[in-house]
T-cell receptor, first 114, second 116 residues
Framework: AQSVAQPEDQVNVAEGNPLTVKCTYSVSGNPYLFWYVQYPNRGLQFLLKYITGDNLVKGSYGFEAEFNKSQTSFHLKKPSALVSDSALYFCAVRDPYNFNKFYFGSGTKLNVKP | NAGVTQTPKFQVLKTGQSMTLQCAQDMNHEYMSWYRQDPGMGLRLIHYSVGAGITDQGEVPNGYNVSRSTTEDFPLRLLSAAPSQTSVYFC???????????????FGPGTRLTVL
């Protein structure tokens, strides 16, 4: 079965500090990975995706993610956090055997304090 | 473009009642999907559609029906609501690349459903 795990329910970081939100995946085949952000009472918004190629993927709002095949990880990062980055973040993977199915992690709440 | 729209935003049902959650998109996306979001469980796929007249089951399809008569609309029906269906429901749509692969999804604002 395909899955992603987000080991931290919550991440706290001070404004201006770097942030990392962790995601590990379990996929039999080449992973097709995504990060989404959800602000309160809103739908999810796409941040970035990894398909193939460069292990460092750049996305919206200054976010980037590093794909690490040996550690089966796809951590979301940002060099300098903003208070406005406070939100719920989801990692997701596309099923390599059924391109129509996606599996989401349980979400990580990011709190950026001034 | 309005993107993906969902109605209603909130709904309270009694056990056994039926209702339809509406979803529409104006981006001409072939692929549409329904998810439910529960605390600590992330999003789980209920049903999806790859075009008008074509639907299939996701992870948690029991208790839900869907149909896709047009590219734009993808309603989700609860035939006999149960308290276990209390959740936030999201509709999403996506375009396809040349190989048929699904890409990032565009999500609606959600419907918060409570079943008493």
């Amino acid at each position: 079965a395909q899955s992603v795990a987000q080991p931290e329910d919550q991440v706290n970081v001070a404004e201006g500090n770097p942030l990392t939100v962790k995601c590990t995946y379990s996929v039999s085949g080449n992973p097709y990975l995504f990060w989404y952000v959800q602000y309160p009472n809103r739908g999810l918004q796409f941040l970035l995706k990894y398909i193939t190629g460069d292990n460092l993927v750049k996305g919206s709002y200054g976010f980037e993610a590093e794909f690490n095949k040996s550690q089966t990880s796809f951590h979301l990062k940002k060099p300098s956090a903003l208070v406005s980055d406070s939100a719920l973040y989801f990692c997701a993977v596309r099923d390599p055997y059924n391109f129509n199915k996606f599996y989401f992690g349980s979400g990580t709440k990011l709190n950026v304090k001034p | 473009n309005a993107g993906v729209t969902q109605t209603p935003k909130f709904q309270v049902l009694k056990t056994g009642q039926s209702m339809t959650l509406q979803c529409a998109q104006d981006m001409n996306h072939e692929y549409m999907s329904w998810y439910r979001q529960d605390p600590g469980m992330g999003l789980r796929l209920i049903h999806y559609s790859v075009g008008a007249g074509i639907t299939d089951q996701g992870e948690v399809p029991n208790g839900y029906n869907v149909s896709r008569s047009t590219t734009e609309d993808f309603p989700l029906r609860l035939l006999s609501a149960a308290p276990s269906q209390t959740s936030v429901y999201f509709c999403a749509s996506s375009y396809s690349n040349r190989g048929g692969g699904r890409n990032e999804q565009f999500f609606g604002p959600g419907t918060r459903l409570t079943v008493l």
